[in-house]
């Protein structure tokens, strides 16, 4: 596998792997990675549908990514997910897949359309004081010394970042800014993650600099995630002849490493005589320590379909795709009179479970007790309120300023709650958000950075309250008046509260090897995908990234001979570098930097050397000068 860059390789078709017709693939999972490992899998890897076999616990396909009318309950959106136009993987990926809704063009064209006729920005990205504009008027705030500090994290090098936190960087200069009230609600940021992780952040979307008040950057889907990224993958994988298995647990996926049997448990009874049968055929082991890696065989999975245990024996030939982790794992949905079950005790189920078991069988498999073991530090809630009538809408409309029935931009992002207790925000995507929404509802996605903090109106942790009360406490704080938010939330509205546990899991500090290579060194058949696999060249919690897991994973394992895009440059540019620079100071030039004699001498120095070059014009063109 290696990357490219430019558009020669990017429309380019690969031959056919050699062999392919005769391997088999088996999926683990149904979130973003996993479905684009299947795709490229059928499209580049040209696999033969029919032997890619994707096994998923959950009875729907999906993962983080979705969006459900549940009978009894009502719409549900764990989450929500924001794009950007430099995902180079997903839209390698989307120009393939039909759309659903019109025949004859691709996923990336509607969305490209769509964004291009109703493009994105926010008319209001903070409140406080019940609803009134927090008047932050696009400030970051940032004092010369907050910006050293961000300056200084960004020239740290990543090894000087493993397992610290961002306290360890930043004091109440940048803790206390626009800047972090910005930056922590819309990626989800607590104090005490990885530095590195705001390290990789920071790079990663040095570009968007400018775009974060108003969310100008972003891009979003027409409908839920759900019906507008997966239910397209997924057809289009069906249309190929894929085998979806629902309601299978992956339980574990036993390894031969180095030559040996693999470790021994109670349960591995079976598949043995493969793992013989292959030690004693296969070249992949003899292992020369000083020149190759340790080699590392994938043998048998272990499944459980509806309480019925079974395993699947694996050859050479038989690729695995392991989703290791997962943000959603051991989720709770409450109701509008039941608040969502959180017990912080309850041990790590669902993918977290399963790669503790593989991880215990090689060092290079990562470290699943680094993201996993504190729940109250990688927590928050989410709730989906419905509007039932047209009582609630026009709070809704006084403060994002739009008509939030037009089926374009609403709010244009989150609006975050500034003097709120749970720190609170909430956001209107287009709407419906549905496709079979009634026309006079809508679907509005709240969601609490604290919610172990009693509320501002309902005086209880947000992890106790029931929908309705969560209702009640965002009716307070866009300025219903008292007197209306018990009726309004219980008569006029359904919502339905969400718990998840490891949401932020990715962003605990960490270390190199905590999460394991998309391929490890030595694997012979088999990857990692999502957001615990560990591949440099992007930063987790991105649809971006679930996807660039996929791709990676299978051009590798498959030798697809076609690059794999590389990852926007912008951190490479100085343009980019020298605007972020002046947007952070809120367009204010370096030279206005507070700066003592010798400092300002220099700087003098420095610029009159400078005169009458392109050097000077560029900074003068960006207003660094």
Not at 183 to 208: C, D, G, P, Q, V
Not at 217 to 223: D, K, Q
């Amino acid at each position: 596998m290696y990357y490219s860059s430019g558009n020669y390789e990017a429309f380019a078709r690969p031959k056919k792997p050699a062999d392919v017709d005769n391997k088999h693939a088996y999926i683990i999972g149904t979130g973003l990675a996993a479905l684009s490992a299947a795709c490229y899998l059928v499209r580049d890897g040209q696999m033969p549908g029919e032997n890619i076999h994707i096994l998923e616990k959950d009875p729907v396909p999906g993962g983080a990514c979705d969006g459900l009318d549940i009978p009894g309950l009502g719409y549900v959106m764990r989450g929500g997910r924001e794009m950007d136009n430099h995902f180079e993987v997903m839209w390698d990926l989307f120009r393939s897949i039909p759309s659903i809704e019109t025949e004859g063009v691709s996923v990336l064209d509607e969305y490209y359309w769509l964004n291009k006729e109703d493009p994105n920005y926010s008319l209001c990205r903070a409140t406080k004081n019940l609803g009134k504009d927090a008047g932050l008027k696009g400030k970051f705030g940032l004092s010369d010394k907050a910006s050293m500090e961000i300056m200084k994290l960004f020239f740290t090098p990543d090894e000087d970042l493993y397992d610290k936190p961002i306290t360890d960087f930043f004091d109440d200069e940048v803790l206390n800014s626009n800047f972090w009230l910005y930056w922590r609600t819309m990626f989800a940021f607590e104090n005490w993650h990885s530095a590195l992780e705001m390290k990789l952040y920071i790079k990663r979307y040095i570009h968007h600099i400018g775009g974060l008040p108003d969310f100008s950057a972003l891009r979003f889907t027409r409908y839920n995630q759900y019906e507008s990224m997966i239910l397209p993958m997924v057809k289009y994988l069906e249309s190929h002849g894929v085998e979806f298995r629902y309601n299978t647990k992956v339980e574990n996926v036993e390894f031969a490493i180095g030559g040996g049997a693999g470790p021994k448990r109670e349960h591995t009874g079976v598949g043995q005589d493969t793992i013989q049968k292959i030690q004693a055929t296969s070249g992949f082991f003899k292992r020369n320590p000083a020149s190759t890696p340790t080699k590392k065989l994938a043998v048998r999975i272990d499944v459980d379909h509806e309480g019925d245990k079974s395993s699947i024996d694996l050859t050479e030939n038989d690729l695995v795709f392991i989703t290791n982790g997962g943000c959603v794992e051991n989720s709770t949905m409450g109701s509008q009179n039941s608040p969502a079950a959180w017990n912080p005790d309850l041990k790590p189920g669902g993918g977290w479970d399963m790669w503790k078991r593989i991880a215990d069988q090689d060092p290079s498999f990562g470290h699943p007790e680094k993201f996993c073991s504190d729940p109250n530090a990688t927590k928050w809630m989410s709730a989906t309120v419905t509007t039932l009538d047209g009582e609630i809408p026009p709070y809704i409309q006084k403060i994002c300023k739009r008509d939030p029935f037009s089926g374009k931009v609403v709010t244009g992002g989150i609006v975050t709650v500034q003097d709120s207790n749970w720190l609170m925000s909430w956001t209107l995507n287009r709407q419906q958000q549905f496709r079979d929404q009634p026309k006079d509802q809508l679907c509005v996605w709240v969601y609490g950075l604290f919610p172990d903090k009693p509320g501002n109106y309902v005086k209880k942790p947000m992890t106790e309250c029931t929908g309705e009360e969560i209702c009640e406490e965002w009716l307070y704080h866009m300025g219903v008046p008292t007197d209306k938010i018990e009726a309004l939330a219980k008569h006029h509205a359904n919502t339905v509260p969400v718990m998840m546990p490891y949401i932020t899991a990715f962003f605990m500090p960490r270390a190199a090897g905590d999460r394991p290579d998309v391929v490890p060194d030595g694997a012979v058949n088999f990857a990692f995908l999502g957001q615990f696999a560990e591949t440099p060249r992007d930063t987790i919690f991105t649809t971006e990234y679930s996807m660039r897991t996929g791709m990676e994973a299978v051009y590798t394992l498959l030798g697809v001979d076609r690059g794999v895009p590389e990852v926007w440059g912008s951190v490479y540019d100085v343009r980019n570098l020298l605007n972020a620079t002046v947007k952070l100071r809120d367009g204010a030039p370096v030279t206005d930097m507070k700066l003592n004699f010798i400092e300002k001498a220099v700087v003098k120095k420095v610029l009159k050397k400078l005169d009458g070059t392109d050097i000077a014009t560029l900074l003068r063109e960006y207003r660094v000068i």
